[in-house]
């Protein structure tokens, strides 16, 4: 990824049950302003980022300030609600908060895509927070039971962040 460096990825669950996950990169330059259109661009390059790394699969859907991940066949895979945005001179975020879906437990936790100044760069990152998947083993039941979300969610998630990194490189203001 031309541009980018210090690709970091974790993923821990949390003592509520729920996931955090974090993607993160870094650049010599912001990809967006410090404003609200900054932030905005945050989010839709993000689903378009989904769109396109499942080449229209998966799409993003947008009504009435809430969201969806549909599957092509039609089914809700997540459902967000409207955008938060944030921004300042040291960050910028959009962030949604996860209503529900297929691949949600239940309502709860959010998604934040953010901008912030670490020293001389920039650092964009993705963060899940409080995701309760279904896809994950659940506490004492069998390890293979969280197979689905360990081979399949989790890794997906982590490579439309790179996509997403890439889009807003492509697209950097500065």
């Known amino acids: 990824m031309s541009g980018l460096h210090g690709w970091e990825a974790t993923e821990r669950v949390l003592e509520s049950g729920g ?9 010599p330059e912001p990809a ?53 945005l944030g921004y300042g001179d040291e960050a910028v975020s959009c962030r949604y908060a996860i209503e529900g879906g297929l691949l949600a437990l239940r309502a709860g936790g959010s998604v934040t895509l953010a901008q ?17 998947p279904r ?9 293979w039971t969280g197979a689905l979300y360990a081979k399949g969610q989790s890794p997906f998630h982590a490579a439309v962040s790179r996509r997403y990194f890439q889009l807003l490189v492509q697209g950097r203001v500065a």
Do not use: C, M
């Open 32 to 84: 967006v302003e410090p404003s609200e259109s900054g932030a905005r661009w945050l989010g839709v390059t993000y689903w378009r980022a989904v769109n396109g790394f499942t080449r229209g699969g998966v799409r993003a859907i947008w009504r009435d300030e809430s969201g969806r991940l549909r599957l092509l066949g039609g089914a809700t895979l997540l459902r967000f609600g409207p955008p938060k």
């Open 116 to 132: 912030r100044v670490e020293g001389r760069q920039h650092e964009l990152s993705v963060t899940v927070e409080e995701y309760l």
């Open 19 to 27: 996931f955090e996950s974090r993607q993160r990169v870094l650049l």
């Open 135 to 143: 896809l994950a083993a659940r506490p004492g039941a069998p390890w």
